[in-house]
């Protein structure tokens, strides 16, 4: 059974277009995240959730926007896709900082 | 800007020998320190945490930390083929609530 589950695994959309990317954990942590991984493998943290309230937002542009129903799930909605978006979208949970449990990645790639 | 850096490698060790990984952190109020595990095409995994001044072993992994020359090393004993991998070094700068900071990783390659 997957701890932490991201769909889709990979996404190709044409620029202007509006995606989302859906996570969830079973983990039963209380935070969960979102990392960007670029091109030269640099993680870097974009928002992250303690208990469905918002306690880091990175400096991303305002096209992202993250979305906590509850605390197992945290979404991902891009807004108006460029090319620089392009890039590998990790989910993470963590009950503890530092210890965290990745999804398998999003491959969203923008044409 | 705290910042965590890492030599980029690639690092490559023959089977069976010592792989010496570093890393430095700017942020002198860092808390806590972590090493990730990245296989080409996956994601990171947690191999290590170290917290306090001094040396943490977990198997064939030992973890050092110097909180005064800002410096966090992972040795891997009797590389294997198997540790070919990318490692990144991620530090706690902010608490309980923190925010973990990833460096760029080393890629390591061990040759058989």
């Known amino acids: 059974d997957t701890a932490v589950s991201q769909t889709p695994k990979y996404l190709v959309t044409q620029m202007g277009n509006d995606k989302s990317i859906k996570c969830e954990q079973n983990?039963?942590?209380?935070?969960m995240y979102w990392y960007k991984q670029d091109s030269k493998k640099f993680l870097k943290i974009m928002f992250s959730y303690n208990n469905k309230e918002l306690i880091i937002n990175e400096t991303v542009p305002n096209r992202f926007s993250p979305k906590s129903p509850d605390k197992a799930h945290l979404n991902l909605h891009i807004n108006s896709l460029e090319l620089g978006d392009s890039a590998v979208y990790f989910c993470?949970?963590?009950?503890?900082?530092?210890?965290?449990?990745f999804g398998q990645g999003t491959r969203l790639t923008v044409v | 800007q705290k910042e965590v850096e890492q030599n980029s490698g690639p690092l490559s060790v023959p089977e069976g020998a010592i792989a010496s990984l570093n890393c430095t952190y700017s942020?002198?109020?860092?808390?806590?320190f972590f090493w990730y595990r990245q296989y080409s095409g996956k994601s990171p995994e947690l191999i290590m945490s170290?917290?306090?001044?001094g040396d943490k072993e977990d198997g064939r992994f030992t973890a050092q930390l110097n909180k005064a020359s800002q410096y966090v090393s992972l040795l891997i004993r009797d590389s294997q083929p198997s540790d070919s991998a990318t490692y990144l070094c991620a530090v706690n700068t902010g608490g309980s609530q923190g925010n973990l900071i990833f460096g760029k990783g080393t890629k390591l390659s061990v040759k058989p």
């Open positions: 170290i917290y306090s001044n």
């Open positions: 993470a949970s963590s009950q503890a900082v530092g210890r965290a449990f």
């Open positions: 983990l039963g942590h209380d935070t």
């Open positions: 942020d002198r109020g860092s808390q806590s």
